[in-house]
């Protein structure tokens, strides 16, 4: 319902044409709550190859990847975060961030996925990208791989073996059995050998430590890119994401008035680091971040939509702006249901479509009873109830 509204929308102008043209940057008023995320899934109707989402910081990110899972459902967009820590820090990378960013890149590549949302300064970090082969390990049942080649692999893909596998990560060595629990996976994997035959490949539980499944092929990603690159120097080289979108790509920038800002500020944290750092090991600045001016030249080159942070589109609406995307802040209702029933019934009453998302069962049932209790909203004038969450609501003029 919610994702059909914002393409009829999109369908309606002529949006295709005016991002055709990359001359400048389409304009559409502020889009609160999910309507940010709804835009976005609506947006891979343009037929541009690659959607991606660029949100103020990794709390927007998070609200809107949130929002696409409810929209699309899990697994159809992926969330490419920044990294925690700044280039030249002395600190352990955060395992599921690295997973995360891994994961979203295998997932571009692979052509798994076509809406990526991160960060104006995620998407100028580089990272060591393999040229061809080598990204992922796939491994099959029947499959011959010498035990020593395969703990090698698993500690080059940045995995840290340990006596027992606990967390993501991790893997663990017990005669012909390898333990490794992968990013992107809800269970850890049991690799069973026999000799230099892969025997079976299992699923299992942390707690019982008995399988679940089995399976006749699994990827496992790498960790940590930097790790596995010291063994395929050769056949690598550090890109950005921003670098590896094709050109056909479409940006949605959610605060397109600090990008630029970011890719500076970044560019000058990452001089500084290197200034600081010790010894003559360490990589350049422009191995680690995209140049703010290379970085502005790619952005230059691609069809980008900028949300207004205000009430109104920057620029002027009637002169490239989405203008068919009136959307605004829904009524407030800060639990008065007595409201929420008369703002209901007007809006039936006016001819509009009203969704109420509820946590669970329990309270979509409440909120029934509540409404039927409520003069006003008779069954002809009641609003549709469904599971669900959205980071806020919106109207949809």
């Not at 893997?171 to 629990?181: E, K, P, W």
């Not at 639990?335 to 479509?353: C, F």
């Not at 509820?358 to 909120?367: A, F, I, P, S």
């Amino acid at each position: 319902m919610i994702r059909e509204a914002f393409v009829q929308r999109v369908r309606a102008g002529d949006t295709r044409e005016r991002l055709a043209r990359r001359d400048a940057p389409l304009h559409v008023c502020r889009l609160p709550g999910g309507a940010r995320a709804a835009l976005a899934a609506a947006l891979l109707e343009v037929n541009a190859p690659v959607v991606v989402v660029i949100a103020h910081g990794p709390g927007e990110a998070e609200a809107v990847q949130a929002d696409l899972d409810f929209l699309l459902g899990v697994g159809i967009s992926r969330y490419f975060p920044q990294r925690e820590t700044l280039p030249y820090e002395d600190a352990d990378p955060h395992v599921e961030i690295a997973g995360q960013r891994i994961d979203a890149l295998a997932a571009l590549l692979g052509g798994r996925t076509r809406l990526l949302v991160t960060t104006a300064r995620a998407l100028i970090e580089r990272s060591p990208i393999p040229a061809s082969e080598g990204f992922s390990l796939t491994l099959e049942v029947g499959e011959e791989i010498a035990h020593s080649a395969l703990t090698k692999r698993l500690g080059a893909m940045g995995f840290e073996r340990v006596h027992t596998v606990q967390e993501l990560g991790e893997f663990a060595v017990r005669g012909g059995i390898v333990d490794v629990f992968p990013f992107g996976k809800d269970l850890p994997l049991r690799i069973e050998l026999w000799g230099d035959e892969i025997a079976s490949l299992r699923p299992f539980d942390l707690l019982s430590q008995r399988s679940v499944a089995e399976l006749e092929e699994v990827e496992i990603l790498p960790v940590d890119l930097d790790v596995d690159a010291a063994l395929h120097e050769d056949r690598t080289e550090r890109r950005s994401l921003l670098e590896l979108l094709p050109e056909a790509a479409l940006l949605l920038e959610l605060r397109p008035g600090d990008t630029g800002e970011r890719f500076r500020r970044l560019w000058e944290e990452t001089v500084q680091g290197r200034q600081e750092a010790e010894g003559d090991h360490a990589l350049d600045p422009d191995q680690l971040v995209l140049p703010p001016r290379a970085a502005e030249e790619q952005l230059s080159v691609l069809s980008r939509i900028h949300v207004a942070h205000g009430g109104s589109a920057d620029g002027d609406p009637s002169d490239g702006g989405l203008d068919a995307l009136l959307v605004e802040p829904p009524p407030a209702v800060e639990r008065d249901m007595a409201r929420l029933a008369t703002l209901v019934g007007r809006a039936r009453s006016a001819g509009e479509r009203v969704l109420v998302l509820c946590d669970n069962d329990g309270q979509l049932e409440r909120l029934e009873q509540i409404l039927d209790e409520r003069a006003g909203v008779e069954l002809a004038r009641y609003p549709t109830l469904a599971i669900g969450s959205l980071s806020g609501g919106f109207r949809l003029s």
